[in-house]
């Protein structure tokens, strides 16, 4: 290798060297104002340092950098005069870009073409593409505006000026050129930067509106299900001879599963065990208005009985004709929402263990014989809201002493596992095949089995249980 050769590639490498350094203060004072700085704050500071650092790379005296959005239009400047106002700042920018050196290079770079070059000027007072500022407190001689190109896109302006006439030589301009491709990572990474940090803040701020809202949501379900509480028997009634439990467990806040336990007249007793169509708050709405109908359809007055034979039923089958009301009201009323009930209710005479029911399309209930055998109480008609004017008609079952009569929604059979797998009526009557001691055991076996076979998946519907033993001994 010659002298030559060598001088050139000294002459390179130091080139290449100063361009690195120069890199590395910007990269060095982004990261560090990021840390510190958001939006603006930051991309001002990025473009001071930018700028800076290129006055130092080539001697100019001062200079002014401008960063453009995906438009053309200037979102962000640091002027050659510092002390100019907000307003006075922005009719600089705009006469430098219609008339001055900055706006020549952005009006001639062709992105699409490749052809985007910086443009330099050795003497202002001999070239008409400098504009000299009104009131301009320096005096200006030579000038270059490089471009910043990156990803195709022009992304900014950096004009360097001089108050000596040919400041710049080849080796400053060449400087420079090199270092914009730096300074284009650098100003996109600020702009990224800055969105990011922007899109942070509105996602926090948004977190923080609905972390709100959903505290408040929260205390109004919570209201929500105290209230339903208040809808299910305070107490259920202690019957001698009779053992009677309950148990609900709703798959979200409020439920739509409802029960009913309550004393009639001449030692009968009303049970009503329901399940509302869907889920959630409209479930639970529906479910109040279903409950609340039954119970004053059947202690109500005669004047809502909707036919003449119905008051030669005697008064403790009321409870069953109240289900025809309830039917007709929801569906002359509600039809058009398409919220039904399934729905199993009966009148248990207390002493002799006759129970005569209705039920609407209901999972069938079963009694459990002291003998181990399973009666399933199969459906007397559809779900309570679908059609009008219906007449639900009823059958009737005998309890004998130690059998267990046990109801249930469908949250128990559709059980779901974390397998994807219901736990089906014939798995439950499985479970059953077996003597129990008490309507609690049976409760707590029907409970066991549900729970075991969903395991760690999710409750995807309601579960609830009313469970009537009669004693093996009326008292």
């Not at 471009?147 to 000026?161: C, F, H, Q």
């Not at 059998?403 to 128990?412: C, E, M, R, S």
Request: glycine share 6%.
């Amino acid at each position: 290798m010659d002298t030559k050769d060598l001088q050139q590639e000294i002459s390179q490498l130091r080139k290449e060297k100063a361009v690195y350094l120069a890199q590395s203060r910007m990269l060095e004072h982004f990261v560090s104002v990021a840390r510190d700085s958001v939006d603006k704050e930051m991309i001002r500071a990025t473009l001071q340092k930018t700028l800076d650092v290129s006055i130092d790379l080539t001697g100019a005296e001062k200079g002014s950098l401008f960063l453009l959005d995906e438009n053309g239009v200037v979102i962000e400047s640091i002027l050659t005069r510092t002390q100019a106002s907000p307003e006075e700042c922005q009719e600089l920018v705009g006469t430098v870009l219609d008339q001055g050196l900055a706006g020549w290079v952005c009006h001639h770079c062709n992105i699409a073409n490749g052809d985007c070059k910086l443009a330099y000027i050795r003497d202002t007072q001999k070239d008409d593409r400098w504009v000299t500022l009104p009131d301009q407190p320096y005096e200006v001689r030579s000038a270059l505006t490089v471009p910043i190109v990156r990803k195709s896109r022009l992304l900014g302006l950096l004009t360097l000026i001089h108050s000596r006439p040919d400041h710049f030589d080849a080796e400053s301009i060449e400087l420079i050129e090199m270092a914009a491709v730096q300074i284009g990572v650098i100003l996109e990474n600020a702009t990224l930067y800055a969105k990011l940090e922007e899109s942070y803040r509105h996602i926090t701020k948004a977190k923080k509106e609905i972390e709100v809202y959903s505290g408040a949501l929260d205390l109004e379900m919570e209201k929500g299900r105290k209230i339903q509480q208040d809808f299910l028997p305070e107490k259920i009634p202690d019957i001698p001879g009779w053992e009677i439990e309950a148990f609900l467990h709703p798959a979200t806040q409020v439920s739509g599963d409802f029960y009913d336990v309550f004393e009639l007249s001449n030692h009968h007793l009303g049970l009503v065990l329901a399940d509302v169509c869907d889920k959630g708050i409209g479930a639970a709405l529906f479910m109040a208005l279903f409950r609340s109908l039954i119970r004053v359809y059947t202690f109500g007055n005669e004047t809502w009985a909707g036919s003449s034979n119905e008051s030669v039923l005697p008064y403790n089958l009321k409870v069953l004709q109240a289900i025809n009301h309830t039917n007709s009201y929801i569906a002359r009323h509600h039809g058009k929402l398409g919220m039904f009930a399934t729905m199993f209710a009966g009148v248990l005479n207390l002493s002799t263990g006759d129970l005569t029911y209705i039920n609407a399309g209901h999972e069938p209930p079963l009694i459990l014989s002291d003998a181990g055998k399973i009666l399933m109480l199969p459906p007397t008609g559809p779900a309570v809201g679908v059609l009008p004017k219906l007449n639900f008609s009823s059958c009737k079952v005998h309890l004998d002493f130690g059998d267990i009569l046990i109801a249930y929604t469908d949250g128990v059979t559709e059980a779901n596992s974390s397998e994807d797998k219901i736990l089906g009526r014939k798995k439950l009557h499985s479970a059953l095949q077996k003597r129990f001691s008490s309507a609690l055991e049976t409760i707590e076996q029907i409970k066991r089995e549900t729970y075991t076979h969903v395991g760690s998946a999710p409750q995807n519907d309601d579960i609830t249980l009313l469970c009537v033993r009669r004693k093996n001994f009326p008292f």
